[in-house]
């Protein structure tokens, strides 16, 4: 009788499983048994991949920001005007916002900013996680609202450091209510409204 080789196991799949369970019911509501089923893991497996529910929700976070990085990147990449470019980044943000759930009942949010209401003030790790990422992101938006500025200094006024937190408190606050179901198009329309009394 041959015996049959064990099932190989694609970390990077099993993550995106599990990623999709913790933007879905957050960190707190998301259950081992959840993300068994998600994975079709059992608990031992998950912990060896990847530690304990802690470290998973770690690696399945930085999966989502590294992911939302590569993307604001790339868009940044196919706009050659800074503007067009940097309210590109923004709306496909807000797209990510209005992905529903598996269901298709509720609206997710952002999970960064979910994480950051939810689990960031009583975790310095995931805390320190967000924080370092949200850096880089804030860094690579600096300098494309630079180029706004030197290319149209009458059109922006404030300055850059002060624009940027302007559209990140936005940002964040969009993506809360977005989560509470607000509708995605009042959704969009604020946004345009807010950039164009930014000067963007």
């Known amino acids: 009788m ?12 099993i993550l995106e499983n599990a990623m999709q369970v913790f933007w879905e019911k957050g ?5 081992m048994a959840d993300i068994m089923r998600a994975t079709g893991m059992h608990k031992g497996s998950l912990y060896q991949t990847f530690g ?3 470290s998973l929700f770690m690696a399945a976070l930085e999966r989502y920001l590294d992911g939302m990085f590569v993307e604001q990147q790339q868009i940044i990449k196919t706009h050659d005007d800074p503007t067009a470019a940097i309210r590109a980044v923004l709306f496909h943000l807000l797209e990510y916002a209005h ?10 949010g952002c999970m960064a900013v ?17 924080e370092q990422k949200k850096q880089r992101m804030i860094g690579s938006m600096v300098q494309v609202i630079e180029q706004i500025q ?4 009458q059109q922006l006024t404030r300055p850059v450091e002060v624009v940027t937190a302007l559209i990140g408190v936005a940002m964040e606050g969009l993506s809360i209510e977005m989560k509470n179901n607000m509708d995605p198009d009042m959704a969009k329309a604020v946004l345009d409204q807010q950039l164009q009394l930014l000067g963007i």
């Not at 960190?27 to 259950?31: A, F, I, L, M």
Request: charged share 30%; net charge negative.
């Open 2 to 13: 041959t015996v049959g080789r064990p099932r190989k196991i694609d970390p990077d799949i």
């Open 27 to 31: 960190y707190e509501g998301s259950s």
């Open 52 to 54: 304990d529910k802690k």
């Open 99 to 108: 992905i529903n759930d598996q269901g298709g009942q509720q609206q997710r």
């Open 114 to 130: 979910n994480s950051l209401v939810d689990s960031a003030p009583y975790d310095d790790d995931i805390c320190q996680l967000l």
């Open 150 to 153: 030197a290319a149209n200094p």
